[in-house]
């Protein structure tokens, strides 16, 4: 059970966070749709400390100390999955002055990005790692879940395009949200359909994602998951860089 204690802290780091550019917290569905997105903390506290009490005292310290401004900081603490090889991809939202940075801090690196959305203030990319992103889509009930959304070319070049343009409509003309977007994230199928078919409703568990399926095996995706975060803040508050990182997960790039 957590402690009062750090529940305060978790408030104060909460206050603390609420300054920032662009906070943002780990993918996840919301509660009315499959928006797999990073929600602003200034609006959506109630998320934020949901997420950050699945971390240890000594992480949330950690975090506390790192500087919250820093985009390096974000990706440590919200796409760690994709930065240790755990997960396919992430999205990630930041403000637009800070478009050029990401495209730097990935250039020649094995994660691959995409800008899903633009809009005046903000840009959200997919970062992806292309060769397991496409080896997903080439799993058969992946390809059936998809050619249901009317994805009849599964070449990945051809799913983003199309996926960019849907919600694109979604954005800005109010279409429906592009649940495929859950099959890009890794998220399991039938997760991905059992949230459409209950309309975000009778979940058996939720986490990063609402599941519907395999609960232990997921809730075991999900400890590992949060041992990433907690790795990767502990390592960049140590003075490591994320590209040191990825290496480390994926080899030598440059």
């Known amino acids: 059970m957590v402690v009062l204690q750090l529940f305060l802290f978790i408030d104060l780091l909460i206050i603390k966070l609420s300054k920032t550019i662009d906070f943002q917290v780990t993918v996840r569905y919301d509660i009315n749709k499959l928006e797999a997105t990073n929600l602003d903390i200034t609006n959506n506290t109630q998320y934020v400390g949901r997420s950050m009490n699945t971390m240890s005292k000594e992480a949330l310290q950690m975090i506390y100390s790192l500087n919250q401004d820093d985009i390096k900081t974000q990706l440590a603490i919200h796409c760690s999955p994709v930065l240790t090889g755990l997960k396919i991809s992430n999205l990630f939202i930041v403000s637009n002055e800070y478009v050029r940075m ?7 690196s094995p994660i691959s990005i995409s800008i899903i959305w633009k ?3 903000k840009t959200t990319f997919l970062l992806y790692n292309k060769s397991r992103v496409e080896e997903y889509l080439r799993n058969k009930e992946v390809k059936e879940v998809m050619l249901s959304f009317g994805y009849s070319n ?3 070049y051809s799913v983003l395009v199309e996926l960019r343009s849907r919600y694109t409509k979604y954005k800005e003309e109010g279409a429906e949200f ?6 890009l994230l890794g998220y399991p199928p039938e997760d991905v359909v059992g949230f459409i078919e209950n309309k975000g409703k009778n979940f058996l568990y939720t986490g990063y994602w609402k599941v519907y399926g395999n609960v232990q095996e997921t809730r075991n995706i999900f400890y590992m998951f949060n041992q ?4 990767v803040v502990r390592m960049l508050t ?4 994320i590209q040191n990182i990825l290496t480390m997960h994926y080899g030598s790039y440059n």
């Open 228 to 231: 990433a975060r907690e790795n």
């Open 119 to 121: 809009s005046e203030e």
């Open 238 to 241: 140590s003075g490591v860089s």
């Open 154 to 156: 599964p070449k990945l």
């Open 178 to 183: 592009p649940h495929e977007l859950g099959i």
């Open 102 to 108: 990401v495209y730097e801090i990935f250039k020649r």
